[in-house]
């Protein structure tokens, strides 16, 4: 069971980026995906997950309008696209899978971890 988080790079103020979450060895169907992130010095926080069925979102006010989550299960892979990127978004990225049918917002329920990206966005 294994989750590759990508895409992450060095990007302007203003620029967009994708991140990929691609799982190996499960069935992303039947998993709630979430995206934490973490800057130096900070706690991980919540930015946006998504439920297996039915596609439910939920975004941190802190990047609601900006960044979209969406799941393509025939890839095994979720993206979140991130769009207006500010220099206080850049931070390691991580994607996280819980087995559930619901939307899982509760951070203790995700007990599988991607490896992280670096996500930097400059001013």
């Known amino acids: 069971v294994q989750l590759q988080a990508s895409g992450g790079g060095l990007v302007q103020a203003g620029g967009s980026l994708r991140l990929s979450c691609a799982a190996s060895?499960?069935?992303?169907?039947?998993?709630?995906i979430a995206w934490f992130r973490q800057a130096p010095g900070k706690e991980r926080e919540g930015v946006s997950c998504i439920s297996s069925i039915n596609g439910i979102t939920y975004y941190s006010d802190s990047v609601k309008g900006r960044f979209t989550i969406s799941r393509d299960n025939d890839k095994n892979t979720v993206y979140l696209q991130m769009n207006s990127l500010k220099p206080e978004d850049t931070a390691v990225y991580y994607c996280a899978a819980a087995r559930s049918a619901g939307l899982v917002t509760t951070r203790s329920l995700y007990n599988n971890w991607g490896q992280g990206t670096q996500v930097t966005v400059s001013s």
């Open positions: 060895g499960f069935n992303l169907d039947y998993y709630g």
